[in-house]
């Protein structure tokens, strides 16, 4: 390949990742000029704002059920949440949804980050860093600091969790019958990133952990600003808030709101993923039955 053609190729990678959501690029005159927002521009986004829940009181809830659902990333339709994750070719403006968690979390647009999902153990960010990243020093290190010397940094090994290490999210919501408006509705309470332990992930071990829960409503914000990639028309923004709030994705319940203390259908269903899979299905159907139910006379 020549030089010429090596250059052409690298310009139009790198222009094609910048592209996406990117304002003026029809009307740039130079690639300087792509991204560069008019006035009138910033000042709706600025105004721009997560569509408000609906004030729903308690004695408007007829019937409602406490879901726990896995979102596996392996599945095709659910590849809006785990790409991208290389972000050395692609514009700032295209982050996958662990990476704007993160991000959000780090510079305190996040605040209410718990332990479980039950809400009860608030984290913060230098409680959940361990889960996260993992700092170890080598034998040469080792011996550098038992002779009292300072260690090379050579000798200190940093691994940092990313977005391809992530394999799938839970989420807690729940499904409620609002009385007044008559009708079946879905509210996401919380969300956590799933993952193997940073501290074994190079040595083949494949437990997944949850490396912390977020109260869903105080990441509405930053979820609402940041923006999924629509395969369907790159020229339409889809917010990760929306994708969640629309339930725009696959997810299996492994967990309802039980008298047996909330216990996972593989407690109770154990070795045995098939059948664990038509009962998170017995699950959905028990769910959406109701409110079919309600209007059968």
């Known amino acids: 390949m020549s030089w010429r053609r090596f250059l052409v190729f690298s310009f139009a990678v790198a222009l094609s990742g910048a592209s996406y959501g990117q304002a003026n690029i029809l009307n740039a005159n130079s690639p300087e000029e ?5 006035e009138a521009q910033k000042l709706v986004e600025r105004n721009d704002k997560p569509l408000e829940y609906g004030y729903v009181g308690d004695r408007d809830i007829l019937w409602s059920k406490s879901t ?10 659910n590849f809006p949440y785990y790409y991208p994750i290389d972000t050395n070719n692609i514009g700032n403006n295209r982050r996958s949804l662990y990476d704007v968690l993160v991000a959000g979390v780090k510079n305190g647009d996040i ?12 984290r913060t960010l ?10 170890d020093t080598t034998d040469l290190g080792i011996e550098q600091y038992n002779a009292g010397e300072e260690v090379d940094p050579q000798f200190i090994d940093r691994r940092d969790l990313g977005s391809a290490d992530v394999a799938e999210y839970h989420i807690r919501g729940i499904w409620y019958f609002d009385k007044v408006q008559g009708e079946l509705r879905y509210r996401l309470l919380g969300i956590a990133p799933v993952a193997p332990d940073v501290n074994f992930i190079d040595s083949g071990q494949t437990d997944l952990v949850e490396l912390f829960w977020v109260f869903y409503p105080d990441a509405r914000e930053v979820l609402h600003q940041a923006k999924a990639f629509n395969g369907s028309n790159n020229a339409t923004d889809l917010s990760f808030d929306h994708l969640l709030n629309a339930r725009r994705f696959d997810g299996v319940i492994y967990k309802e709101e039980n008298v047996q203390g909330d216990r996972e259908v593989e407690e109770y269903i154990p070795e045995n993923a098939f059948m664990q899979l038509l009962e998170s299905q017995r699950i959905k159907e028990q769910i959406r039955n109701f409110e ?3 209007w059968n006379y």
Do not use: H, P
């Open 34 to 38: 792509i991204g560069k927002k008019s």
């Open 111 to 122: 605040k209410n980050i718990y332990a479980d999902s039950y809400f009860n153990e608030k």
């Open 292 to 294: 079919q139910d309600m």
């Open 126 to 135: 230098k409680d959940i860093q361990a889960t996260l990243s993992k700092i």
């Open 68 to 77: 726990w659902e896995i979102i596996d990333l392996d599945e095709r339709v």
